[in-house]
């Protein structure tokens, strides 16, 4: 029988299949917690939303500054040791809110799993690298999202039979399950014999390490690829409330329209990886997220309840607004993937990813103000404006990521001339 289309980067490999396990793994069991987490949260804790929303965005907010540490540590103990870290550390914070009872207990667990919760995706992806070559990697981080939605889609069903009874009892099954996925991904991922760890270039004494902040042009790709990620709350906040507001569809659409979205990830994504190892490539995948962020706001707009359009027009005109935002969401992870990995130096290439990561993070604080606080308030005319923006933001990473390039070989003559010099 053959294997599930996933690509063959996907599947080449004994690593590459035991990273496909591991993301199913850990995904079902964040999957479960993210869908059950709030109700459980506020009706066993009592906690409010306004409560739970500064305990996320705190957590958020600490993981800024420590997932380039992460990063760091790294390059210099090893990106497997500090990945094996990261999930133990996951495990603890799980299992530590099986212990609390209170909003107070509920911050400190919040901001515990906040210090490593953010740094486990570029480390992860320079674990990835590492695990099937530089020729696989992006394939691979393609196929581990596809599971990934996969394994979020069966947490969520495993969660709704854990809301049929919400209580102390459901909370700890949640909870301690996830925990236990992280405890079991840890231990695949132990298993995983790295091909090419990244090898630390000798630098001279008294020459200054690599500098991120000497690379102008690699922080506004980050920013750039973080704004395009602008997706995730268009998806998750922006679609459902302007649905709901403006009474466009029945609300039962909403589950529609998120269910084509996972199913076609899971389906694409790996496809939509191809030609963006390079960073020409990488750039016009990011151009054109940027091109189907616009088209997806315009049409968003068309569908607004104050236009002479019938129900069922403004459903078929959401359906294709969800199908330019689930290929803006893959081209943007593509692109992200590729030009990240390209522009960081391999002697720093996870402390670089962690940085490059910052632009994601960020926009992980101030999206959902952006888009309840911004966008929705002024209607038709934030929609557009947000989708101009976007659209800005892809057309000219382009110009960008070639500047980045240009940077990034200027930065890495020295180090060759200098290891050229010092070798026998």
């Known amino acids: 029988m053959r294997r599930p289309n996933l690509g063959d980067g996907a599947w080449a490999s004994p690593n590459a299949r035991r990273l496909l396990i591991v993301s199913i793994i850990d995904s079902t069991g964040n999957g479960a917690f993210t869908s059950a987490s709030v109700v459980l949260f ?94 696989n990697r992006v394939k691979t981080a393609g196929a581990l999202r596809s599971i990934r939605n996969a394994g979020f889609t069966l947490g969520a069903l495993l969660a709704s039979l854990a809301l049929l009874s919400p209580g102390r009892l459901s909370l700890l099954c949640v909870v301690l399950g996830n925990a236990a996925s992280f405890i079991l ?42 704004v395009l990620s602008m997706h995730r709350f268009i998806l998750s906040i922006g679609l459902p409330l302007w649905i709901v507001s403006r009474h466009l569809v029945p609300k039962p659409m909403v589950s529609v329209l998120v269910a084509i979205n996972t199913v076609l990830v899971v389906l694409l994504q790996v496809r939509m990886t191809r030609q963006t190892d390079d960073a020409n490539g990488a750039a016009r995948a990011l151009r054109n997220a940027g091109w189907m962020l616009l088209c997806c706001a315009l049409l968003l707009v068309a569908a ?86 976007l659209a800005a933001a892809g057309a000219v990473s382009p110009r960008v990521s070639r500047w980045a390039e240009r940077e990034l070989v200027r930065h890495e003559r020295p180090a060759v001339a200098a290891e050229t010099t010092t070798t026998p």
């Not at 090898?199 to 750039?224: I, M």
């Not at 959401?318 to 990995?341: D, I, P």
């Open 304 to 389: 607004d309840g104050h236009l002479p359009i019938a129900p069922w027009t403004a459903g078929a005109v959401l359906v294709v607004g969800t199908l330019a935002l689930t290929f803006a969401e893959m081209w943007q992870a593509a692109g992200t993937w590729g030009l990240s990995l390209l522009l960081s130096p391999e002697a720093s290439r996870t402390r670089f990813l962690s940085v490059f990561n910052l632009g994601t993070s960020l926009l992980d604080v101030t999206g959902p103000f952006i888009i309840t606080s911004l966008v929705l308030p002024t209607g038709r005319t934030g929609w557009i404006v947000l989708g101009i923006v």
């Open 42 to 135: 506020s009706v066993v804790l009592h906690l409010t939303p306004t409560q739970i929303g500064r305990g996320l965005t705190l957590g958020a907010f600490i993981g800024l500054f420590s997932s380039v540490l992460w990063g760091s540590l790294a390059d210099r103990i090893g990106v497997r040791a500090i990945l094996l870290s990261i999930q133990l550390w996951r495990a603890a914070a799980f299992i530590g809110y099986a212990f609390i009872h209170n909003f107070a207990g509920y911050v400190a667990v919040a901001v515990f799993l906040g210090l490593a919760e953010r740094a486990s995706q570029p480390i992860l992806l320079s674990f990835v690298t590492s695990a099937v070559g530089e020729q």
């Open 185 to 226: 991904a840890a231990a695949l991922l132990r298993g995983i014999v790295l091909r090419n760890p990244p090898k630390p270039v000798r630098k001279p004494k008294g020459e200054a390490p690599d500098r991120v902040r000497t690379r102008p042009a690699f922080l506004v790709s980050a920013v750039l690829t973080g």
